[in-house]
């Protein structure tokens, strides 16, 4: 018989422990290692049951048990102590308290997912795993964030192998309230909910979940509410689940429901509303429209604004972070599909036909009946970043056709480079070994380049006990895969003795697309099994990853790779590890000696899996693509090289795989197992095979690596670049905007409807230059008179400039700078002179050009209106 109603009924704690509730629904847990402590200590057996899930073991434990915990006065003391730090870590002033007026109130950061722990399985890969560090550091930092996201009710795909090594997809449900959520109410004890009309007199209703991640409340939709029609309670299914209109409708929901929700949350406790907006990538940005509507409707702002106002004001306090590389990455509906759900009062009082135009690809090479979501994001934020610097200049070139005129490098894009939460994938052991030897968290930021005190034997010690329990729970997770597909226990024995904890030990874990090229390593079989089975250093590798459910080509790249570790001659050296999650990923990056990552440059947005290995003291082995490319230095890994650019796919991938066997061949291996100088005297037993020495090089490698990139890819780094640079102003440029009724946006949204019509007939007439030598020098300079009719426009509604550089064989200019152009003097109607001395400071071709571009304050760059004249 099946029940016909199902509810989770949460546990009752003795008054004497009853923190523990408040410390496991705080995820701090997932990070605060005494916490994770505590909570083992209680029933180790039930800790490893439950999946090292707090509520989940709060659950298992019975009355009985939890009446002689709350006897013990240890354990009591031990609760008290945990509640204490918790308290004291939600209510101290941490760095962003010390930085005075101006930072922001409140941010709000929107996800389409969040990888906080594995207990809340609402992630798929990077991104997700970003935004949660984003939410951790921003709590350890003392930010101010509040995140948005959906709630999805099967979260992402759980995947195991078939026989043949096909990936099976399986999606379990999830009960919310097993879960470390909270039910946002109204004080009446109803769920407080939000409500979006869809057409044909449909409502979209969901429900708000709160999650405290440290200081950080995350806020999840949820739309399997009573009162939602079947397909509306579908809507928060799975992450990146379904397509067209279904996802349409969840992108819909995070972005306009999600700032409802954020209403809601402000109202009922009493916090501060957001006064930035970060949309995290594409899929959240309909959070501008639905901040556009308010500032439309008479109801919610007294005297209402029109669309340019309010779009110009909610653009001031809006940042969006891009962190795909390749347009396929991107979101696109066709457009007609959007106008259909817009027309239907999605957002009553806004005129549609503007809405359409944000997404519109109305540039060289774009699709006129599609409806772009990153295109849209840009539009609606004065702010705009990619997650790597590579990725910045791949990101500027991406979207150049939104800038229309412009030199890729003016393209308002900058870039923050990611970071990892450092306590969530630092090891426990070595962040131990820290404390004892520094008497400081390492987690807190200290000197990293203490690591240089810390004995060669020591190290290698902590490599090889990082190492060995990577191998011990490869072999348990490989086990349970092979029985999943159907072998018997007494077909696995060979499992006990897969891997080796003395040999070289390379990671390979991130999703499958084929872009990440999975299979690189197999484009010699033979090549690599001569690796994986040298006579004197040999290799093992250990790979995971899951391949998007729609993705065939990716599932094959599984398929051919899983296959190929079937074969008995090689399968205790290589191995696929099933589900790749956060709990295996907090054994595999500080296991692994080596971390690789293979992708076809430049199509790694940023790549932080490598980030997560570092600060564990591996190598990475890495095509010079994401992070890499700029934090690579020679003594922190490998750069695996590139083909040119003029060669075919295959023989790209030739070139690029040889390249790979080749450093493993001559120099990875070589200097894990050689360059050995004997074990200092009392030292701790060095491990085989070094035979009775240490590898130095290698060693001096793991310590200039923590030293160097620990402090560099770091998320608190990161977080704390977005405040300075682009958090802070745009809460600035926000208040600015709200001021005096926004008056300001109303006197910029007027200029902008002067000056936009009135460009076209903005011209350089001539240029012209006096005080050149015949052969001009270093240090001269030239005076250089720019005229240029300007129409209707006035001198201060432009910024003319002069942009000099080197000349190149076609004359373009290299390695510019800019210098602006005053003394406007009117030479005639619309006509004006403007001029300056340019000092000539290098040899060689020399050149220089004018532009022109608008001016005014409320602008963050010259470049935001897509309006430029050149001469």
């Known amino acids: 018989m099946k029940a016909i109603r199902r509810f989770t009924v949460r546990t009752v704690v003795p008054a004497q422990i009853s923190a523990l509730t408040k410390l496991a629904t705080n995820l701090r847990w997932s990070w605060h290692v005494p916490t994770r402590a505590l909570f083992e200590s209680l029933n180790p057996e039930l800790w490893e049951k439950s999946r090292r899930d707090p509520l989940a073991l709060l659950a298992a434990l019975s009355r ?53 722990t594995e207990v809340l399985p609402q992630y798929s890969g990077g991104l997700g795993i970003l935004a949660g560090d984003h939410l951790k550091s921003a709590s350890d930092l003392g930010v101010p964030l509040i995140g948005v996201g959906l709630l999805y009710q099967a979260g992402y795909f759980k995947q195991s192998l ?98 409802k929700a954020l209403r809601v949350h402000a109202r009922l406790t009493g916090t501060a509303a957001p006064e930035v907006f970060h949309t995290n990538e594409g899929h959240a940005g309909f959070l501008g429209i639905e901040r556009i509507r308010e500032l439309m409707d008479a109801s919610v702002t007294p005297e209402p604004l029109s669309w340019g106002e309010a779009l110009a004001a909610g653009r001031a306090s809006t940042v969006f972070t891009t962190h795909t590389p390749v347009p396929a990455g991107i979101d696109r509906f066709p457009r007609g599909m959007v106008e259909h759900i817009f027309d239907g009062g999605l957002a009553p009082g806004v005129p549609v036909g503007p809405i359409l135009e944000l997404g519109a690809e109305n540039y060289d090479g774009g ?43 003016d393209v308002p894009i900058t870039s923050v480079t990611n970071g990892v939460h450092v306590p969530t994938w630092v090891d426990p052991d070595l962040a131990a070994l820290a404390r004892e030897r520094f008497g400081a968290e390492v987690l807190d930021g200290p000197d990293w380049s ?67 090229r999975l299979t690189l390593m197999l484009r010699d079989p033979a090549r690599l099994k001569a690796l994986l089975l040298h006579p004197e250093h040999p ?54 000696d080596v971390w690789l990552n293979n992708p076809l440059r430049p199509l790694e947005a940023c790549g932080t899996s490598g980030m997560k290995a570092a600060i564990n003291g591996s190598l990475n082995l890495s095509v010079m693509d994401g992070w890499w490319d700029e934090m690579y230095d020679g003594e922190n890994g490998w750069a695996i090289p590139t083909a040119n650019t003029g060669a075919g796919d295959d023989e790209r991938d030739d070139i690029e795989a040889a390249a790979l066997y080749e450093l493993l061949e001559t120099q990875v291996a070589p ?61 600035e440029s926000g208040r600015a905007a709200r001021a005096a009724n926004h008056a300001s946006v109303r006197e910029l949204a007027a200029w902008i409807d002067r000056v936009r019509p ?114």
């Open 450 to 516: 203490k690591v240089y005190e810390v004995s060669d034997a020591d190290v290698w010690a902590m490599r090889r006990r990082l190492r060995s329990a990577l191998v011990d729970d490869a072999r348990l997770r490989l086990r349970a895969s092979w029985k999943k597909r159907g072998a018997a226990d007494a077909q696995l024995a060979w499992t006990d003795s897969v891997l080796d904890p003395d040999v070289l030990t390379i990671g390979f874990a991130r999703r499958v697309p084929t872009y990440k």
């Open 671 to 731: 200097r894990f197992y050689g360059e050995v100088v004997a074990a200092a005297a009392g030292a701790a037993g060095p491990s085989q095979p070094h035979s009775g020495g240490l590898p130095a090089h290698w060693i001096s490698m793991i310590k200039h690596t923590l030293a160097d990139l620990g402090p560099k890819v770091s998320a608190n780094r990161m977080v704390a670049e977005y405040v300075e640079r682009l958090y802070r102003p745009a809460a």
């Open 367 to 409: 699709d006129p009946g599609v409806f772009n979501m990153a295109v849209m994001g840009l539009r609606l934020a004065q702010r705009a970043n990619g997650v790597a610097k590579l990725h910045g200049v791949v990101s500027r070139g991406m979207f150049s056709g939104l800038w229309p005129g412009f030199d890729v490098a």
């Open 162 to 259: 078939s026989k043949d090594a096909w990936q099976q997809e399986s999606y379990p449900l999830l009960d919310p309230d097993a879960l470390p959520l909270t039910l946002l109410r109204e004080d009446d004890g109803t769920p407080a909910q939000v409500t979006l009309p869809l057409p044909g007199g449909r409502v979209l209703r969901a429900h708000i979940w709160r999650a405290d991640v440290g200081r950080v409340p995350m806020l999840l939709l949820d739309s399997n509410v009573a009162g939602n029609d079947d397909a509306a309670r579908g809507v928060t299914d799975r992450l990146y689940g379904g397509g067209g209109e279904h996802r349409l409708t969840q992108e819909l929901l995070l972005g306009m429901g999600g700032v």
């Open 758 to 871: 009135a460009w076209p007939a903005v011209h350089v007439e001539h240029v012209e230059s006096h005080g050149l030598s015949d052969e001009p020098q270093i240090g001269e300079s030239v005076l250089v008179r720019a005229h240029v009719n300007l129409g209707p426009l006035a001198p201060e509604d432009v910024s003319v400039s002069v942009v000099y550089g080197t000349a190149g064989d076609s004359d373009e200019l290299l390695d510019t700078r800019v210098l602006e152009l005053g003394s406007a003097e009117e030479t005639g109607p619309g006509r004006y002179q403007f001029s300056a001395d340019l000092l000539i400071d290098r040899s060689g071709n020399f050149g220089y050009g004018i532009k022109v571009l608008p001016r005014h304050a409320a602008l963050a760059n010259p470049a935001e209106l897509a309006l430029i004249t050149t001469g």
């Open 64 to 116: 009985e048990q939890f009446q002689e915990l709350a006897a013990d006065p240890g354990v009591v003391a031990r609760v008290d102590a945990a509640q204490e730090s918790l308290e004291t870590y939600l209510s101290e002033p941490r760095w962003y308290q010390g930085l005075g007026a101006g930072a922001p109130e409140c941010i709000a950061y929107f996800s389409p997912e969040f990888g906080i």
């Open 539 to 592: 290799i093992q590798i250990i790979i995971a990853g899951k391949s998007h459910p729609a993705d065939d080509a990716g599932k094959k790249m599984i398929q051919d790779l899983v296959q190929f570790t079937d074969d008995p001659e090689v399968r205790h050296r290589i191995i696929f590890l099933p589900n790749y999650d956060i709990a295996m990923a907090r054994t595999l990056f500080p296991g692994c």
